[in-house]
T-cell receptor, first 112, second 111 residues
Framework: RKEVEQDPGPFNVPEGATVAFNCTYSNSASQSFFWYRQDCRKEPKLLMSVYSSGNEDGRFTAQLNRASQYISLLIRDSKLSDSATYLCVVNVWGGSQGNLIFGKGTKLSVKP | NAGVTQTPKFRVLKTGQSMTLLCAQDMNHEYMYWYRQDPGMGLRLIHYSVGEGTTAKGEVPDGYNVSRLKKQNFLLGLESAAPSQTSVYFC??????????FGQGTRLTVV
């Protein structure tokens, strides 16, 4: 089982749609969790951290379920500019890859 | 505050040539990473460092060497470049449980 798994997509949605991405992680020692956004061939940029209590930033809502080892990202009222690849990232203290574990990313394409 | 800076941003190499990519961070982070990303694929870890003077292999270390002589710098070397090393290279750094900060990437073409 991969350490961090995401649905690769692509997710093709119309403008205004609500879209949800899921991510599962296998290491129960995982400490912190993030969603990153990556535009084509550019560096990943932090979208938001993910907390057990859930957190919201405008149209974006992130949730963490430690019991199920599951992270989600919800995007409401999708914009054309939301088209990108969304990476789930887990920080595992003392992990095999120096703490940072990346999912392969989920590609989102928002159409007019 | 520059964050993470990679140099160079672009490079074309001939097969067999060598080069060094520099990653510099000014945030006093302990952990630094080198990734490569090929078209349509995710980030793959090449090497990483958990502190000055230490390095470790990642998922795809063959053909690369690294050094971390100073805490703020993490160097990635290609001793004898091959076309299979054509890729975009990203450097990142973190401190503890915080988020990762990335450099802008180096686009390397080996012909």
């Amino acid at each position: 089982r991969k350490e961090v798994e995401q649905d690769p997509g692509p997710f093709n949605v119309p403008e205004g749609a609500t879209v949800a991405f899921n991510c599962t992680y296998s290491n129960s020692a995982s400490q912190s969790f993030f969603w990153y956004r990556q535009d084509c061939r550019k560096e990943p940029k932090l979208l938001m951290s993910v907390y057990s209590s859930g957190n919201e930033d405008g149209r974006f809502t992130a949730q963490l379920n430690r019991a199920s080892q599951y992270i989600s990202l919800l995007i409401r009222d999708s914009k054309l500019s939301d088209s990108a690849t969304y990476l789930c990232v887990v920080n595992v203290w003392g992990g095999s890859q120096g703490n940072l574990i990346f999912g392969k990313g989920t590609k989102l394409s928002v159409k007019p | 505050n520059a964050g993470v800076t990679q140099t160079p941003k672009f490079r074309v190499l001939k097969t067999g040539q060598s080069m060094t990519l520099l990653c510099a961070q000014d945030m006093n982070h302990e952990y630094m990473y080198w990734y490569r990303q090929d078209p349509g694929m995710g980030l793959r870890l090449i090497h990483y460092s958990v502190g000055e003077g230490t390095t470790a292999k990642g998922e795809v270390p063959d053909g690369y060497n690294v050094s971390r002589l100073k805490k703020q710098n993490f160097l990635l070397g290609l001793e004898s470049a091959a076309p299979s090393q054509t890729s975009v290279y990203f450097c990142a750094s973190i401190q503890g449980n915080t988020e990762a900060f990335f450099g802008q990437g180096t686009r390397l073409t080996v012909v």
